[in-house]
């Protein structure tokens, strides 16, 4: 079974496990072993406080990616 995020690669919450703490935007900072449920785990950031958590992969989902500018040639 492989890690369906990687390291560096922002996402938020998915779930309600988080619903009375910090929202917005964390950071992949260390991918870890399958739990005893066989769900892989990750340990993520809070990009603006810095606070840090272990969640599931089921947890967390990815953030969209922003369109970059266009370039006129």
Do not use: C
């Not at 992949?28 to 406080?49: C, D, K, Q």
């Not at 969640?55 to 967390?60: A, F």
């Amino acid at each position: 079974m492989s890690h369906k995020f990687s390291l560096g690669q922002l996402v938020h919450s998915a779930g309600t496990r988080f619903a009375d703490r910090t929202d917005g935007v964390y950071e992949i900072v260390r991918l870890m072993p399958e739990a005893t449920n066989g769900e892989l785990g990750y340990r993520i950031r809070h990009t603006t406080s810095g606070a840090q958590r272990a969640v599931g992969e089921s947890e967390i989902r990815a953030v969209a990616a922003k369109p970059g500018p266009l370039s006129v040639n």
